[in-house]
């Protein structure tokens, strides 16, 4: 038996068969909401008012002047339903701030120097070519002038597969599911309008010459419509580690005649070419004696450890917890987020940092880090990341979900013990992928000389409270270091220097991937750092010797 459901005010309406979701009616429907937890409830993006039919009460959130309201990822059809979307339903615009516009890439970017030698041919003063990182959550895109090797105009975007997960797993398993096709072709049109966006006021896109992406090892086979299933499954077995060229036609983007796009290659199946990029141009693969570390944190959490003779590299499942995902008030960095925290235990004081002031609207990864290390330095959370009752009751809000802090005056954004323990979850996996990588090389201590971190939530991060917390290890301030974007600044490197583009593939060889599933005491590790800072506190002072 099928069953009508329409979407309202769009009109868009399909029939789907007995105890299928809403959400899965809204993909044979083409409407677009958003479920980026991948359907498991997680999220609270996909909320929808029921206008006209029955659903089964237990699945009845609230109700609002008596429609029910329900999450269309676990709503199943059991009859004609008539449906208003109540979530974020389409991507806010990610505004390019022209930072590097102007920039020499082989100046300010070369961890050694580098004469300027294009990975093809230039025949022209206006001919260009594209750096790109294709992140899991945005996109990051320079176009350069290849005579010169100046930046002449840069775009971001959010990623558009986001709505079909927030995470690479949920993304994989949507292109099991036959959306594949819907995957590539969206994010190849992002790419495109990005390239439009940043090459306005250039005469003619035929002058693109080549492009240089970056990504982890999903993002490239979505890109490239490679099927990833292997990539999930146990062992990991992606397509390929390294693809060959493809001509930009092939992807709808704009270039002449024969145009390559080259894709990074990647270590294994969980650390792709936008971590090796990153680390080589970190100098990773020139660096003298020394043990240096790398920690790309996103979506996901990608680490190296190592130097120039060698380096270990392994991916923890972090979650999108530092972005903002699966938390029930997260939201990305953008206007109206908490970023920042102090609390004063003694007078009860909170005091927030919102991006672009005015109203909070939520919390994005970086406030959520902030909030967590102030509310733990003040008492009113324990180790485990529950309230304590030092909480002041001003403060406090109880709901379906626990205890939670008001963040607004109305205490409808809040920061709950659900959302603290998706946070702990998610450093707990960072650093016990660090401790686990130490441990591979031997008992013997060893110790970090500099440690680098990057990703596009990288920049926001405040370095204090990761380590108060427990994210990274209790260096010494001075022995960290930022690389804004190691996987869009290696593309750049790339596409200007020839050697530099080499370089990534010889270290490659000196580079060993590490399943932390193989490794028998990551677990252990992932327990002992699920408290705030740790378990063991001395722990976190690893690498120091």
């Known amino acids: 038996m099928a069953h009508q459901v329409t979407f309202s005010p769009s009109g868009r309406s399909t029939l789907v068969p007995d105890g299928a979701t809403i959400l899965h009616a809204a993909e044979l429907a083409a409407e677009p909401i958003g479920a980026e937890c991948g359907g498991r409830g997680a999220c609270g993006r996909c909320l929808v008012r029921i206008l006209r039919g029955e659903v089964p009460e237990y699945r009845i959130l609230q109700r609002e002047a008596g429609f029910p309201h329900v999450l269309a990822c676990l709503t199943p059809v059991h009859g004609p339903l008539s449906v208003l979307p109540l979530g974020e339903a389409q991507l806010p615009k990610l505004i390019s701030r022209d930072r590097n516009t102007g920039l020499a890439p082989l100046q300010a970017w070369a961890p050694w120097p580098l004469k300027l030698d294009p990975i093809v041919e230039s025949h022209g003063a206006e001919d260009l070519g594209v750096a790109l990182d294709i992140g899991t959550t945005t996109l990051r895109l320079l176009l350069i002038r290849l005579s010169d090797g100046l930046i002449t105009g840069e775009a971001g975007a959010y990623n558009p597969q986001i709505p079909r997960g927030a995470d690479v797993i949920s993304r994989i398993v949507a292109a099991e599911k036959g959306f594949l096709g819907e995957l590539a072709s969206s994010v190849r049109g992002a790419i495109g309008s990005m390239i439009a966006e940043a090459a306005a006021g250039h005469a003619g896109l035929g002058r693109i010459r080549a492009y240089v992406v970056a990504g982890n090892v999903t993002m490239i086979h979505l890109l490239l419509a490679a099927d990833p299933s292997g990539i999930r499954r146990v062992p990991s077995q992606p397509c390929a580690l390294a ?36 680390a080589v141009r970190a100098g990773f693969s020139r660096s003298p004696e020394g043990m240096s570390l790398y920690v790309d944190l996103g979506t996901n959490g990608e680490i190296v450890l190592g130097g120039a003779d060698f380096a270990l590299a392994c991916a923890c499942s972090a979650g999108p917890a530092f972005e903002g995902g699966g938390i029930r008030c997260g939201m990305r960095a953008d206007r109206g987020a908490v970023d920042g925290a102090s609390v004063n235990a003694e007078t009860g004081a909170v005091q927030l940092s919102v991006i672009g002031g005015g109203r909070v609207r939520g919390v994005c990864g ?21 309230f304590t009752g030092r909480l002041p009751a001003g403060r406090r809000v109880e709901g379906k979900w626990g205890t939670a802090l008001a963040l607004s005056e109305d205490g409808k954004v809040a920061l709950w013990e659900r959302d603290l323990a998706s946070l702990i979850r998610a450093k707990a996996a960072v650093f016990a992928g660090i401790r686990s990588l130490l441990d591979a090389l031997g008992p013997d201590p060893h110790t970090i000389d500099r440690a680098i971190v990057s990703g596009n939530f990288g920049r926001f991060l405040n370095l204090p409270a990761a380590l108060g917390i427990g994210l990274l290890p209790s260096l010494p301030l001075g022995r960290y270091g930022y690389v804004d974007n190691g996987s869009l600044e290696g593309a750049a490197l790339g596409l ?36 705030l800072p740790h378990t063991s506190p001395e722990l976190l002072r690893v690498g120091t010797n």
């Open 243 to 278: 693809f060959p060229p493809v001509d930009a036609s092939e992807l709808g983007w704009p270039g002449g005649d024969r145009t390559p796009v080259y894709t990074v290659p990647a270590a294994g199946g969980w650390v792709g070419g936008d971590i090796v990029a990153g």
């Open 366 to 386: 970086s406030g959520l880090i902030a909030l967590t290390d102030a509310l733990f330095r003040a008492g009113w959370i324990d180790r485990s990341g529950q």
């Open 496 to 531: 200007l220097s020839r050697q530099f583009f080499a370089e990534i593939a010889s270290y490659l060889g000196r580079v060993t991937y590490v399943d932390l599933a193989d490794l028998p005491r990551y677990m252990d590790e992932f327990v002992g750092a699920s408290f």
